[in-house]
Structures are given as structure tokens and as C-alpha cells.
């Protein structure tokens, strides 16, 4: 675990710094500017369709709360937590088997799947640090910004909760791809593309109505922060839906590990 940590700690350090600094940010504008304004004034220059889903979604941060929830929606975080669930496994996997150097770890007297759940349970950690790092970014700008209260904080603990399940799950899944494909470029861009392609079709599911069916599997669709927020989301049922996933792409990893061959 220590080995994992200093491997990715300098990016992790800089995730937890960046997205704290975020949601200060994020807080700091909705609360000093006029910003019903200026997305009202933006929005009149969209087409019908993008007008009404980013009124839909807009319109929810231009209270405290609503700005503290898109701020762990913010497609910057989402790609940062991307790069650290994609590379942990990617690091420790494919790329120590092109080196040779995972031939020589597994010589050494301990269970493959020992070597498996430790990575597993390292890259959890280190996500859920950099989460709750960014939720304490979240409560600090509200306490100094306006207040904080119970149903604030509940509910931002419910969204990195969800928020973590999600990124778990992108790191499972990218285990999974490690331990069967050969190289470590060629599984990070798989993981990579699928990530990116399941919030790409999320967005356009929710602007045409035609691919709308298509949200019920994608896993963008159980990361619900603004509704979360406001009372309207089911966080029992996401939360439900991405463990189930983690634990098939994790256990379906351990399977692939302890047949594989390592050359």
C-alpha cells in the first residue's frame, strides 16, 4: 500500500489541492455575482433543446447548495477522478507485467489474490481521500461564504459517497481490462474511451429524447448530485446499482488474475 500511495501521491496531492480550490471557486462566484443574469443572457443565444436542459441544470446552482453539488459535478473533477481510478490500476497491472516486474513480485511467497485486493483496496483509499478533501473544500467555502446547515451536510455526504461508488467502479472496471489485455497503453485507452463514451451519450440522452432509454445503463445516470441535493434523487437505488457493478468487475478481475499467466 505504501508503494501505491508514493507512486500517485504527487497526482493525488494535486487532485485534492485543484478540486478544493474548485469548489471555493465555484461558491465564491455564485455568491458574488449576478449570475441569474449572465445565464439568463447565455442561454438565449442556445437552440431549444440545449436551452431547456441547461435551464434544467443551471438554474439549481444559483443557490448555495445547488452551486456546492455542480461543484462535485464539475466536469473538471470528474476528469481528474477519472485519470486516478484509470491509472492505479493500469500503473500496477499491465505496465509491471511489459517491465518484467511483476514476474519477480509474484515469485515472492503471498497469494496473487492478496497482490489484487491490496492494489483494490489502495486505489479506493486514495479516491476516497481525495473526495473527502474535496468535501471538505465544499463545507469550508459554505461556512464562509453563507452557513452550513444538517441538510447541507447530509446531503453533500451523500453525493461523495455516490461520487466515490462512481470512480470505484471506473477503477474496477479498468482492473478488469488490465488483467486480461497485454499492454498497459492499450488497456488505460480502453478505459479511457469508456469512460468518456458513457458521459458523452449521458449528456446527449438528456437532450434527445430518442436515446433517453439508453441512460438506464449507463453508469453517469447513478451519479445524481444536484438532484441529491435538492431531495429528488434515489440514493439507496445508485448506490445499490454501482456496488453491484464493483463487485462483478472486481471479483471477475480476481478470476482472470489467478488464471493468467504472467510472462
Not at 99 to 124: D, I, K, N, Y
Not at 159 to 170: A, D, E, H, K, S
Not at 198 to 215: A, G, H, N, P, R
Amino acid at each position: 500500500m505504501r508503494l501505491i500511495w508514493r507512486t500517485h501521491r504527487s497526482f493525488a496531492i494535486f487532485s485534492m489541492v485543484f478540486i478544493t480550490l474548485l469548489q471555493f471557486l465555484v461558491l465564491f462566484l455564485i455568491t458574488t455575482f449576478d449570475v441569474p443574469a449572465i445565464i439568463q443572457m447565455l442561454l438565449e443565444q442556445f437552440p431549444e433543446n440545449l436551452k431547456v436542459y441547461f435551464s434544467n441544470n443551471f438554474f439549481n446552482t444559483l443557490t448555495l447548495d445547488g452551486a456546492a453539488a455542480f461543484g462535485l459535478n464539475h466536469p473538471l473533477v470528474l476528469t481528474l477522478l477519472s485519470i486516478v481510478a484509470i491509472s492505479i490500476p493500469v500503473a500496477h497491472i499491465s505496465r509491471e507485467i511489459e517491465a518484467g516486474t511483476l514476474e519477480l513480485v509474484l515469485a515472492h511467497p503471498f497469494r496473487r489474490q492478496a497482490l489484487l485486493s491490496t492494489l483494490w483496496m489502495s486505489g479506493c483509499f486514495i479516491l476516497l481521500i481525495i473526495i473527502i478533501t474535496a468535501l471538505v473544500g465544499s463545507i469550508t467555502a459554505a461556512a464562509i461564504y453563507h452557513h452550513v446547515d444538517t441538510s447541507l451536510l447530509v446531503n453533500l455526504l451523500k453525493i461523495g459517497m455516490n461520487l466515490w461508488l462512481l470512480f470505484v467502479l471506473v477503477m474496477s472496471y479498468t482492473l478488469l481490462l488490465a488483467t486480461h489485455k497485454p499492454t498497459g497503453l492499450r488497456a488505460s485507452n480502453i478505459a479511457s474511451v469508456v469512460t468518456l463514451v458513457f458521459y458523452f451519450v449521458f449528456f446527449l440522452s438528456q437532450l434527445w429524447e430518442d436515446i433517453k432509454f439508453t441512460s438506464h445503463f449507463n453508469i453517469f445516470n447513478y451519479y445524481e448530485p444536484q438532484k441529491l441535493m435538492f431531495g429528488k434523487g434515489n440514493f439507496l437505488l445508485d448506490c445499490g446499482v454501482l456496488t453491484g457493478l464493483i463487485l462483478i468487475g472486481y471479483f471477475t478481475s480476481r478470476r482472470l488474475f489467478m488464471r493468467r499467466d504472467i510472462p
